[in-house]
């Protein structure tokens, strides 16, 4: 079962940029589509971005379009580049990932929390 490990989240001040990196506990993460997702106080979670198993497309959320960027390296991480933070972007930020077959991501990450200061 692929396993998944956020970092890189912390305190910024708005406009400012953080990196996330999302790793894989194996391999197979290479066939997986991955995603991100982010949960804000109060709502309900919602899709940031997503990349192909092979990274040949992405799509991201009108809300981070032109600021964020997914890409992955090796076999094992996934980034999500964040520039031009906005208070709103605040919200704990979650990996997830699926078999290219699927609609639904199945596998999830514990989260890690994102905030921006005004």
């Known amino acids: 079962q692929v396993q998944l490990v956020e970092s890189g989240g912390g305190l910024v001040q708005a406009g400012g940029s953080l990196r996330l990196s999302c790793a894989a506990s194996?391999?197979?993460?290479?066939?997986?589509?991955m995603g991100w997702f982010r949960r804000a106080p109060g709502k309900e979670r919602e899709f940031v971005a997503r990349?192909?198993?092979?990274?040949?497309?992405t799509y991201y959320a009108d809300s981070v379009k032109g600021r964020f960027t997914i890409s992955r390296e090796n076999a094992k991480t996934v980034y999500l580049q964040m520039n031009s933070l906005k208070s709103e972007d605040t919200a704990v930020y979650y990996c997830?990932?699926?078999?290219?077959?699927?609609?639904?991501?199945?596998?999830w990450g514990q989260g890690t929390q994102v905030t921006v200061s005004s």
């Open positions: 997830a990932a699926k078999r290219p077959s699927q609609s639904t991501f199945d596998y």
């Open positions: 194996e391999r197979t993460f290479m066939n997986y589509d």
């Open positions: 990349i192909a198993w092979n990274g040949g497309s």
